[in-house]
């Protein structure tokens, strides 16, 4: 949710007020206008209005400026819903409607591939303009997301900032609220505000994760579970003392918050004997498999979103019991074990050994004996792994990280997979890929969007690849 902003070289400043006509918006969700023969970038613009800007940078191929008001307003333009729009950096596009905000996705997808498949393959392959779109994927609006790391910042008189990152600087914007996440989270800033100012021990805190799990205290007999209980982390700089322990227990009981503390070396919940297994935290999928996770590993923040991508990912697999499967990037199992009860067996492999035991573990708490899981290097050479000899894979799904998987999607046209679902965080790699999976023989099947960051810029896509 925070965005970081490194200073540009020096540009020439204007501070002139123009009245320009906005064309479009840049991949970024930034209008885009022309002004003395060069773009002109405004923040806040859309197609189609009439703005008046104060140029506040210029350079030799473009320009920047910040609106200050509209005398033509877009018919797709609405309210802001949150108090923060336009200080906080962590959504880009409150002021456009929902359908626009997908159009603008869509759109920002189809130009990517454009400049990714080379004049051939577009002809032979693919139209990029006319890319197969399914329904997208979408879930609430707002209140959806259900993990987020909080920055604090302490002035000189120690006096705490809580929030998030304004935009174009490293600087928080004090947050009162944030609607994009899930209640409770999302009035916490005031609570976590007024804590923090009665701190003994001043300017010891880091930031803040904040995240929406069900969890079981293991170190109680009973095994206690909660479901949708408030995880706080606090990343602590310096030692508590006692008097600061008591008052985060007291708020912690007060408004039912399980707190666990980083020193940095390792994880404890507060008031416990410092012990890494005194909780578990882990979220239910739909089709009740439950997948555990610590409070650093990677989710899906987006649990409605979450689960239609795992129903959509079987069903345009089409995923028979006769099916041997190759999950890619597998991370804890969120795919591998929804794929392994429909399949004949399910092979997942992850580069980071301590995410393939938490993997394995999934599937053991979850009764699942047919899903083995791997660790490889998935950006390296792997074909002559034994776990890719030892199987005939029927099908692959692959979900990387932002930097997609250009090596494995070579290699998996190297095995000649028939059917490859390729789930994507970053537009531009995933354009790179598919132009490397449709010039060795496979045809782009179906494409669709998951709005997994409604409100934001961020485009989240599910492509099916056969040959």
Same mark, same amino acid.
């Given at each position: ?41 405004? +923040? ?22 910040? /609106?200050? @008001? ?24 409150? $002021? ?15 130009? /990517?591939?454009? #400049? ?19 329904? @997208? ?11 987020? #790391? ?89 030692? $508590?003392?006692? &008097? ?5 227990? &007291? ?59 795992? &129903?959509?990912?079987? +069903? ?8 041997? !499967? ?9 795919? &591998? ?38 660790? *490889? ?5 792997? /074909?002559?792994?034994?776990? !890719?000899?030892?199987? !005939? ?8 990280? #932002? ?31 598919? *132009? ?15 709005? $997994? ?8 896509? $599910? !492509?099916?690849?056969?040959?």
């Amino acid at each position: 949710m925070a965005n970081f902003y490194k200073a540009s070289v020096k540009a020439k400043q204007s501070n002139q007020l123009v009245m320009v006509s906005v064309d479009k918006l840049d991949i970024n969700g930034v209008g885009v206008a022309r002004w003395q023969n060069k773009p002109l970038f405004i +923040a806040g613009a859309l197609p189609n209005e009439m703005v008046k800007v104060k140029v506040i940078e210029q350079k030799n191929k473009y320009a920047r400026a910040k /609106l200050i @008001s509209i005398s033509k307003q877009s018919d797709s333009r609405v309210t802001p819903h949150c108090q923060h729009f336009g200080v906080c950096g962590g959504c880009d596009l409150q $002021m456009l409607s929902i359908a626009e905000q997908l159009d603008f996705k869509k759109t920002k997808v189809s130009e /990517l591939f454009s #400049r990714s498949f080379s004049a051939q393959q577009i002809v032979n392959k693919l139209e990029a303009k006319d890319l197969p779109w399914q329904d @997208s994927i979408v879930g609430t609006a707002w209140n959806y997301r259900r993990k987020a #790391r909080i920055g604090v910042q302490f002035d000189k008189k120690c006096q705490a900032t809580i929030g998030f990152r304004q935009k174009l600087t490293n600087q928080l914007a004090s947050i009162k609220s944030c609607p994009v996440l899930v209640e409770p989270l999302n009035a916490i800033f005031p609570l976590l505000k007024k804590l923090l100012a009665q701190l003994t021990v001043k300017s010891s805190i880091g930031h803040i994760e904040v995240i929406q799990a069900d969890i079981i205290k293991t170190n109680s007999p009973e095994k206690i579970q909660t479901d949708n209980q408030v995880v706080l982390v606090i990343r602590q700089l310096r030692p $508590m003392n006692n &008097s600061d322990v008591e008052l985060w227990q &007291s708020y912690a009981q007060q408004h039912c918050w399980h707190v666990i503390v980083d020193d940095g070396n390792e994880q404890f919940t507060l008031g416990d004997i410092k012990a890494s297994s005194a909780v578990e935290l882990s979220y239910t999928l739909k089709d009740k498999n439950k997948i555990y996770f610590a409070s650093n590993d990677f989710i899906q923040i987006n649990h409605q979103v979450n689960n239609a991508m795992i &129903s959509q990912a079987l +069903a345009w697999l089409d995923i028979s019991p006769t099916d041997n !499967v190759l999950d890619l990037f597998c991370g804890l199992g969120n795919f &591998s074990l929804a794929l392994a009860k429909k399949s004949k067996s399910v092979v997942g492999v992850e580069g980071v050994q301590v995410m393939v035991d938490k993997a394995c573990k999934n599937a053991e708490v979850n009764s699942i004996n047919n899903c083995q899981f791997y660790q *490889a290097d998935l950006n390296s050479h792997w /074909l002559l792994e034994p776990w !890719v000899k030892a199987t !005939v894979f029927d099908k692959v799904l692959l979900d990387p990280a #932002r930097a997609g998987a250009e090596q494995a999607v070579a290699q998996i046209a190297q095995l000649k997979i028939p059917s490859v679902l390729y789930v994507s965080c970053d537009p531009a790699t995933l354009a790179r890929d598919s *132009a490397i999976l449709v010039s060795q023989g496979y045809k782009l099947e179906k494409i669709s969007l998951m709005d $997994m960051f409604s409100q934001t810029k961020h485009v989240e896509t $599910m !492509v099916l690849f056969t040959q």
